[in-house]
């Protein structure tokens, strides 16, 4: 079992609005903003696409948006496309006995 | 930019030591505030972190795989490696290298291209 809880799938039209979380604890989401979010295509290798929370790296689409409360982050997509069907991950800092913790990975369908 | 790139025996036997090569190009594996990761994903499954080093060798492993876990860094070559002992077919995966911000930060950028590495006899 994962560290990062996220659900295991969602799903959304084009052009809608969707919400991926990634629960944890205050030992690494709740703890720092070092929270970050990857996107993967079946066959090919995870891609950053927000850091610390809510920093999208240079290239990454304005539609990906991040955000915390507490203990739980979250990705959210606005405008769905075609191609934002993908697989997401969350990772976190943590203070335990790991420094890192990934989440289980949501699969986000466009309908 | 930087890029990175997996190397290694796409097949490797039970109860023998998997053995694979990460090429860093485009930048310095020396370069301060990077660590170089170990990443595996089991077919159909989940990302697993394995671990990471920092280019002077200070190196941190996930305790589940501690044991049979070892990673180097050849500054010379601007390589870093991963050897795994004992396999079993539960290590059957797509192991990918990254590279990973960590200094006031953390975030794994960017990531190689993967390589799946089968364990049979």
């Known amino acids: 079992q994962s560290a990062l809880t996220q659900p295991a799938s969602v799903s959304g039209s084009p052009g809608q609005s969707i919400t991926i979380s990634c629960t944890g604890t205050?030992?690494?989401?709740?703890?720092?903003?070092?929270v970050s979010w990857y996107q993967q295509h079946p066959g090919k290798a995870p891609k950053l696409m927000i850091y610390d929370v809510s920093k999208r790296p240079s290239g990454v689409s304005n539609r990906f948006s991040g955000s915390k409360s507490g203990n739980a982050a979250s990705l959210t997509i606005s405008g769905l496309q075609a191609d934002d069907e993908a697989d997401y991950y969350c990772i976190a800092y943590t203070i335990s006995s790991t420094p890192v913790v990934f989440g289980g990975g949501t699969k986000l369908t466009v309908l | 930019q930087v890029q990175l790139q997996e190397s290694g025996p796409g097949l490797v036997k039970p109860s023998e030591t998997l053995a694979l090569t990460c090429t860093v190009s485009g930048g310095s594996i020396s370069s301060g505030g990077y660590y170089w990761s170990w990443i595996r994903q089991h077919p159909g499954k989940g990302l697993e972190w394995i671990g990471y080093?920092?280019?002077?060798?200070?190196?941190y492993y996930n305790p589940s795989l501690k044991s049979r876990v070892t990673i180097s860094v050849d500054t010379s070559k601007n390589q870093f490696s991963l050897k795994l002992s004992s396999v079993t077919a539960a290590d059957t995966a797509v192991y990918y290298c990254?590279?990973?911000?960590?200094?006031?930060?953390?975030?794994?950028?960017?990531w190689g291209q993967g390589t799946l590495v089968t364990v049979s006899s």
């Open positions: 990254a590279r990973v911000y960590g200094s006031g930060s953390l975030w794994f950028d960017p």
């Open positions: 080093i920092y280019y002077s060798g200070s190196t």
């Open positions: 205050s030992s690494d989401v709740g703890f720092y903003n070092y």
